[in-house]
């Protein structure tokens, strides 16, 4: 006998990424917006208040996330229980109402730099697909005496195995997301913020992993 389910992992982790230093918090967003090439960023989808906190330098703030979640099967055969991931999805996400812009800081150039944010979550959105690939369908033993305490073991167990996978994912990309602000001097370094785009567009196609990426992450 088989049982399929399907698991959204608890923890989503959440980057704020400012165009100048500074982070800010606010209420959950009213819809999350996924990446997707054929959708970039619009200055209409910077909603959020600008914190009376953040300092007057600070022109634009990008919220962005990364949350996944997996399937699993439960397999018998002969009394024993073995278990299989059956699939893993992931998804980089925008909260628009966390995200904002100071008025008159609406321009194309402050929109790139955002943009390259956003497009940095979805390049380590492609890292965890690749590095978590190799444990899908691998067979593994069950512990448990009956369906719910083997489906809390499995679930802890994949827990265990995905989300270590997808700490070290999300620490390269607070690492990357920081050296990309760095860098460009959030955006105003024209001729360094045109070479990070190079970069980004390179590793939206799964080049360049190596410079960007944690050892093991793959790319092509």
């Not at 360049?208 to 050892?215: D, S, V």
């Amino acid at each position: 006998m088989t049982i399929t389910t399907r698991r959204l992992w608890p923890f989503a982790a959440a980057l704020l990424a400012a165009s100048l230093l500074g982070v800010a918090r606010s209420a959950p967003a009213p819809r999350e917006i996924v990446w997707s090439v054929k959708r970039p960023l619009r200055w209409d989808d910077f909603v959020g208040r600008v914190p009376k906190s953040a300092p007057a330098k600070n022109v634009a703030m990008t919220a962005a996330s990364l949350r996944f979640g997996y399937g699993y099967s439960l397999e018998w055969s002969r009394n024993e229980c073995a278990y299989r991931i059956t699939s893993v999805t992931i998804d980089a996400l925008f909260d628009p109402r966390a995200s904002w812009v100071r008025p008159g800081s609406r321009t194309a150039v402050v929109l790139a730099h955002e943009q390259g944010h956003f497009d940095i979550a979805e390049i380590h959105k492609l890292m965890f697909e690749a590095a978590s690939r190799p444990f899908v369908d691998k067979r593994a033993a069950c512990r448990g005496r009956d369906k719910k305490s083997i489906s809390k073991y499995v679930e802890h167990d994949i827990d265990a195995t995905l989300g270590k996978l997808y700490q070290r994912i999300w620490t390269n990309q607070v690492r990357v997301q920081n050296a990309y602000d760095g860098e460009t001097a959030h955006g105003l370094n024209a001729s360094a913020q045109k070479a990070w785009l190079r970069k980004i567009a390179a590793g939206l196609t799964g080049r360049g992993w190596g410079e960007l990426g944690p050892a093991g992450a793959g790319g092509r």
